[in-house]
């Protein structure tokens, strides 16, 4: 899924907006320059898109973050919308009719996945990972996007970001993750001529995952009220309560964990532990010693 995006402000005025040499955005709508640089995106956030009109340029105007239906009777909606599945989306009656008449690309650059810790057995709460473009250049996320207007209240836009198949990046934290689009095909995705459901669709791929990287970040992030750049910074081990070392400790692979099963067989503090412990267990409380936890918490 994409439950938080982030947008930094010098994104927007990079030489990525354009495309063959050539700038292909009109100017912003609806904001002043420069953009504030955005760390904790969520649902119901008013935050650029790029769309294009029929017989016009491509354009950058505020959007709402969870998309209401233009026949939507009032200018909120029950559903949650933030995201639109791309195996589902073509058959959707909400999605289907922008998606063939109302695409637009969702600056960002990174995304955040959380991990349940509980469904992993771990301790309750949500672990904050983030992905970002290797070298910390700009990404599009493909979305819909659709403008209401009513009697009684402004018109304004909204959009729904389509997420695919994840592509190795976070395959323990979500089974999905937005859609990013290659900078070539975004005046494709972008073209308002493009009916061919077919050929839509085809542009919809996970990235490459060599081309990203991820890191563990901190749990502030959870709450909405944080918003600045240490939102992004990995998390150090020093910064963690030893019950969060335990955790973190036992949150590996038995393939990473295996080369440290010498470190048990060799430790006073758990051999006793030794013919109580699943082989699992003790690969993993291999990793916890090399990660210096002396102990597992009460």
């Not at 899924?1 to 907006?17: F, G, K, Q, S």
């Not at 959009?159 to 323990?172: A, C, E, K, R």
């Not at 993750?177 to 050929?199: K, S």
């Not at 060599?210 to 081990?237: M, S």
Request: net charge positive.
């Amino acid at each position: 899924m994409c439950e938080r995006y982030t947008l930094y402000a010098a994104n927007l005025d990079h030489t990525h907006w354009a495309l063959r040499g050539r700038p292909f955005l009109d100017e912003p709508v609806g904001f002043e320059r420069p953009i504030r640089a955005r760390y904790n995106i969520a649902p119901g956030a008013a935050v650029p898109i790029v769309i294009r009109r029929r017989d016009q340029r491509p354009m950058l105007v505020k959007a709402r973050w969870g998309l209401v239906p233009r026949t939507s009777p009032t200018p909120s909606t029950d559903l949650s919308t933030h995201t639109a599945r791309s195996d589902k989306v073509a058959v959707s009656r909400l999605y289907g009719g922008p998606l063939r008449r109302a695409r637009c690309l969702v600056p960002a650059s990174g995304w955040y996945g959380f991990k349940n810790l509980a469904k992993h057995g771990g301790r309750d709460g949500l672990q904050a990972y983030y992905v970002q473009p290797r070298g910390a250049g700009e990404i599009c996320f493909a979305g819909l996007w659709e403008r209401w207007s009513g009697p009684g209240a402004a018109a304004f836009d909204s959009f729904s970001i389509i997420t695919v198949p994840q592509n190795g990046l976070l395959d323990y934290v979500c089974p999905r993750m937005p859609a990013v689009l290659e900078p070539e095909r975004y005046l494709g995705w972008l073209d308002p001529a493009q009916r061919n459901l077919g050929a839509i669709l085809a542009m919809l791929q996970a990235p490459p995952a060599a081309d990203f990287e991820v890191r563990q970040v901190t749990d502030r992030v959870n709450d909405l009220r944080h918003d600045d750049e240490g939102l992004i910074r990995p998390v150090t081990w020093g910064e963690h309560s030893e019950e969060e070392r335990w955790a973190l400790a036992m949150d590996y692979t038995e393939d990473e964990l295996r080369q440290a099963l010498a470190k048990v067989q060799m430790s006073p503090l758990w051999r006793s532990m030794i013919e109580d412990i699943t082989p699992r267990d003790l690969l993993r409380i291999a990793r916890a010693l090399e990660r210096n936890v002396p102990k597992r918490p009460a």
